[in-house]
């Protein structure tokens, strides 16, 4: 096949915006692609050589290009940057220069797509001393043979700025269309695609096996598996709701996601968007291939950033030191790690992707030896709705984002964001960052276990200007049973049979207190609220400010009523908040 014939496909496909009629361009061009280059061809539509996770570059940048340009040309380098400093675009250096050469060639031969891709292919092999020298030549000997135009596209492949915007998933309807005959086994050769995340073999099974091949495609340890995500959920109510009864509750480490290949000595480590991260992690390596006793494996789990002298949990960002090509020991000793694995996909021979997860998380715990690196993700499982919510206060305090809530009996859905992960995050929770102290004014009666003592209490903060107390919000959560149990013994003594002449309250509480009893309250966010008195009216006619979402921490006994949280610091609280959403 000729490279002019991709060319030309890609000066229509730039012009192009239906997807529909992009689908059809596909599929003419797969339809006249010889089976043996079809997963080149899809590789160079996406402007690459290999599958993202390969990670090996081509190795050449704007300067080595040009150098090859020039080469072939004759037209001298400074030249060529001028050039590129008023058309703004490499590629249209290279059809200039294609055009205006001053070397002749005697005898040009048409370039066609597998030397174009195997000349590729080499020029991203060559590596040490010289390296970049054969690089240019490789280069160069292409554009020698190449057509101005062929020489443009040939340039953006070279320096990844291809970019005709087909979507995998289109790529996938064409492929479906012409090779399975119609667009309804778009299904089946996704699921092949989502356990190789490799396009060119996906073309390439079907093109030779057919859809007969597609069915039967399974997991290759060494091409990652593309990963399920999560979908997000505001509350621990609205999570049940979606996962039933029983629910795998994980912290949420604040890392990055990995999916490590274990074939015998060897790992591979991938990230969540399929690069090959190995190099990065050669302390993860070491420990998964010493410490997981089975022969093959496919795990999944997030590294975490750790103080090297507390142990503790650093933010995400501390990884990027890991993100380097050179010294990478010194690295490693000053930016230690953790792993949490909470996931396996396959082992010695056998996917493990159908199976429940309750399943896949017993077998984990079977082949993993743990250490004080290597560990499995924090898990509780419950369907007490309360005791999620202290594990995710419990999750945040040791700087985990929040929880992962999972279906126990659901399966691993390779490339897919469903239901049965579901994200609960403090972002979305707690934009308020600070705990309250507020004083208790009043009470409503619990109900079930609760029965005996007070399900939620009415609180407040302190007006000091006028020395009184505003209502800022009803406290149900973030109590522990015992929590619950010791509530009368508290506060009973300051029981008064209606509400203190003190207190400013909209809402009838079931009973009233003497404002004695002061509590710590972290809420997810601070709002306006008609049935709260704090700051009434200052933010907005007939609305106070009252907090979200908010859960006990914990009794704040060394503190007085007046040594409360004032109206005028959570006025000033909520004015923080809206200029953080507004920035
Ligand atoms: P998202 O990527 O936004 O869909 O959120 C899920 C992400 O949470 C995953 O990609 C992981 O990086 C991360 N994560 C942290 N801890 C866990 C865990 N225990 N289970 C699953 N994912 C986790």
Not at 523 to 544: F, I, M
């Amino acid at each position: 096949m000729l490279f002019s014939e991709l060319v030309n496909f890609f000066e229509k496909i730039e012009r192009i915006t239906a997807r529909s009629t992009i689908v059809d361009s596909l599929v003419s061009l797969f339809r006249k692609t010889p089976k043996e280059i079809i997963d080149k061809v899809v590789y160079l539509i996406q402007g690459e050589i290999y599958p993202d996770y390969y990670g090996l570059e081509l190795g050449l940048g704007e300067k080595l290009t040009l150098r090859a340009i020039s080469n072939a040309y004759g037209i001298d380098t400074y030249e060529l940057e001028k050039l590129l400093k008023s058309f703004g675009d490499i590629g249209k250096v290279a059809e200039y220069a294609a055009k205006r050469r001053k070397q002749i060639t005697l005898f040009k031969q048409p370039l066609t797509v597998k030397r174009v891709y195997e000349t590729l292919e080499k020029i991203a092999r060559t590596t040490g001393e010289k390296s970049q020298d054969t690089k240019v030549r490789l280069l160069s000997s292409l554009y020698v043979d190449a057509s101005p135009k062929e020489a443009k596209y040939l340039t953006r492949i070279v320096l990844g700025e291809l970019r005709l915007g087909v979507a995998e998933m289109t790529i996938l309807d064409a492929l479906a269309i012409t090779f399975a005959k119609s667009i309804g086994y778009r299904e089946e050769i996704e699921r092949a695609y989502n356990l190789c995340s490799d396009l060119g073999e996906v073309a390439k099974v079907l093109a030779n096996e057919g859809l007969e091949g597609i069915r039967k495609y399974k997991i290759k340890p060494g091409r990652p598996i593309r990963m399920m995500l999560a979908q997000r959920v505001e509350n621990v109510r609205e999570a049940a709701l979606k996962l039933g009864k029983e629910i795998a509750a994980e912290w949420k480490y604040d890392g990055e996601r990995f999916q490590a290949h274990k074939m015998d000595s060897k790992v591979l480590l991938f990230s969540r968007r399929l690069e090959n991260i190995t190099n990065q992690y050669p302390d993860a390596v070491e420990l998964i291939r010493k410490n997981i006793k089975a022969r093959e494996v496919i795990v999944e789990g997030e590294i975490v950033a750790i103080n090297p002298d507390t142990g503790e949990f650093l933010p995400f960002q501390e990884l990027m030191h890991r993100r380097r090509k050179h010294d990478i020991e010194i690295a490693v000793k000053k930016y230690p790690i953790n792993i949490f694995l909470f996931d396996i996909l396959y082992k010695d021979g056998e996917s493990l992707i159908d199976k429940p997860y309750r399943e896949r998380r017993k077998i984990l715990e079977e082949i993993v030896e743990v250490n004080d690196k290597l560990m499995l993700s924090k898990q509780i499982v419950t369907s007490d709705l309360e005791e999620i919510e202290k594990f995710f206060l419990e999750a945040i305090e040791h700087g985990c984002e929040g929880l992962v809530l999972k279906d126990l009996e659901g399966n691993y859905r390779a490339g897919a964001r469903e239901w049965l992960w579901i994200k609960l995050k403090k972002s979305y929770q707690s934009k308020m960052v600070e705990p309250v102290d507020l004083v208790v004014v009043g009470a409503f009666y619990g109900k079930g276990k609760r029965a005996k003592s007070y399900g939620a209490l009415l609180v407040a903060s302190y007006n000091r200007e006028k020395d009184i107390f505003e209502t800022v919000c009803k406290v149900g959560s973030g109590f522990t049973d015992a929590d619950i149990e010791r509530l009368p013994e508290i506060l009973d003594k300051y029981k008064i049979d209606r509400c203190h002449p003190r207190v400013f309250s909209k809402m009838e509480a079931d009973v009233w207190f003497e404002p004695k009893v002061v509590i710590e309250v972290i809420g997810d966010e601070l709002t306006l609220s008609p049935v709260h008195t704090c700051c009434y009216g200052k933010v907005q006619a007939g609305s106070g400010i009252a907090i979200r979402f908010p859960r006990f921490l914990r009794y704040r006994f060394d503190k007085d009523a007046r040594d409360a949280t004032t109206s005028e610091e959570i006025l000033e609280m909520y004015k923080r908040q809206l200029k953080r959403i507004e920035h």
